[in-house]
């Protein structure tokens, strides 16, 4: 099915970028059909990873297209949007978010905005979609030349989204070929007890691996023996049957 274009509203010559409107145009993208499909995916019963959460039944390829329509709506329009109770518009505040992170043309002083924003406002920041859509330009790239200190006091939270988002952010690095911190994040990450940082570690070092052996295996040497079963199988994944036959069995 073709995705549909909503441009932002206009009053006159001028977008209409709020929250508001854009909540106004999610309205209008609702399906019966994928809501079921979402409720089949997120569970979001008591304990699951959308406990909470409300779907209304909107693709994520027309909630993107619909975020970079809305690619300039002010910081702090975003930050309403990212208070709605609607998943679908939370995954549109991250969006526009990653957008404006990404894009050159963006001031150094919006994506400053952009982290404080993504940082201070984790607690809506709260699913593993939320933080892989967003994480590796707003904080990643942002902190790329900077001191990445955030990243262990990260790592070390006791939201498990916060601890996502410091191994998910280091794509940004893996990417200019700076691997230390995503084998530092996942030595952290080592002993969680939460199987979405198993998958998001292992998965990880998996991709750094892909451009240093070594560094991964020096990391499997020393943790594959007591690292999470889900966590070790993501990390070797691409290697041959031997080491991972010889890893699966430490």
Same mark, same amino acid.
């Given at each position: 099915?073709?995705?549909?274009? &909503?441009?932002?509203?206009?009053?006159?010559?001028?977008?209409?970028?709020?929250?508001?409107?854009?909540?106004?145009?999610?309205?209008?993208?609702?399906?019966?059909?994928?809501?079921?499909? &979402?409720? #089949?995916?997120?569970?979001?019963?008591?304990?699951?990873y959308g406990e909470g959460d409300l779907f209304i039944g909107v693709r994520m390829g027309e909630v993107f297209a619909l975020a970079k329509a809305y690619i300039q709506m002010p910081v702090k329009e975003i930050e309403k949007l990212l208070e709605s109770n609607i998943h679908e518009a939370r995954a549109g505040a991250v969006s526009i978010m990653d957008?404006?992170? #990404?894009?050159?043309?963006?001031?150094?002083?919006?994506?400053?905005?952009?982290?404080?924003?993504?940082i201070r406002r984790h607690d809506r920041i709260n699913?593993?979609?939320?933080?892989?859509?967003?994480?590796?330009?707003?904080?990643?790239?942002?902190?790329?030349?900077?001191?990445?200190?955030?990243?262990?006091k990260l790592a070390k939270s006791?939201?498990?989204w916060e601890r996502r988002t410091a191994i998910v952010s280091t794509s940004y690095f893996i990417r200019q070929g700076e691997l230390?911190?995503?084998f530092k994040m996942a030595e952290t990450l080592v002993r969680d007890k939460h199987d979405l940082i198993h998958k998001a570690a292992g998965g990880w070092i998996r991709e750094a691996g892909k451009q240093d052996k070594q560094m991964l295996l020096a990391f499997l040497?020393?943790?594959?023996?007591?690292?999470? #079963?889900?966590?070790? #199988?993501?990390? &070797?994944?691409?290697?041959?049957?031997?080491?991972?036959?010889?890893?699966?069995?430490?």
């Amino acid at each position: 099915m073709a995705t549909k274009k &909503i441009p932002a509203k206009k009053t006159g010559k001028t977008e209409v970028l709020t929250a508001k409107s854009f909540l106004e145009a999610l309205e209008l993208l609702v399906s019966e059909a994928e809501l079921k499909k &979402i409720q #089949r995916y997120f569970k979001s019963g008591e304990g699951q990873y959308g406990e909470g959460d409300l779907f209304i039944g909107v693709r994520m390829g027309e909630v993107f297209a619909l975020a970079k329509a809305y690619i300039q709506m002010p910081v702090k329009e975003i930050e309403k949007l990212l208070e709605s109770n609607i998943h679908e518009a939370r995954a549109g505040a991250v969006s526009i978010m990653d957008f404006q992170a #990404r894009d050159k043309k963006t001031p150094e002083t919006r994506k400053k905005e952009l982290f404080d924003l993504y940082i201070r406002r984790h607690d809506r920041i709260n699913n593993w979609d939320l933080v892989d859509r967003s994480a590796q330009y707003v904080v990643g790239a942002y902190i790329f030349d900077k001191p990445r200190t955030i990243l262990q006091k990260l790592a070390k939270s006791k939201n498990v989204w916060e601890r996502r988002t410091a191994i998910v952010s280091t794509s940004y690095f893996i990417r200019q070929g700076e691997l230390g911190d995503t084998f530092k994040m996942a030595e952290t990450l080592v002993r969680d007890k939460h199987d979405l940082i198993h998958k998001a570690a292992g998965g990880w070092i998996r991709e750094a691996g892909k451009q240093d052996k070594q560094m991964l295996l020096a990391f499997l040497d020393k943790h594959a023996a007591t690292m999470p #079963r889900t966590m070790l #199988r993501y990390a &070797i994944e691409h290697l041959d049957s031997k080491l991972k036959k010889q890893y699966m069995e430490k």
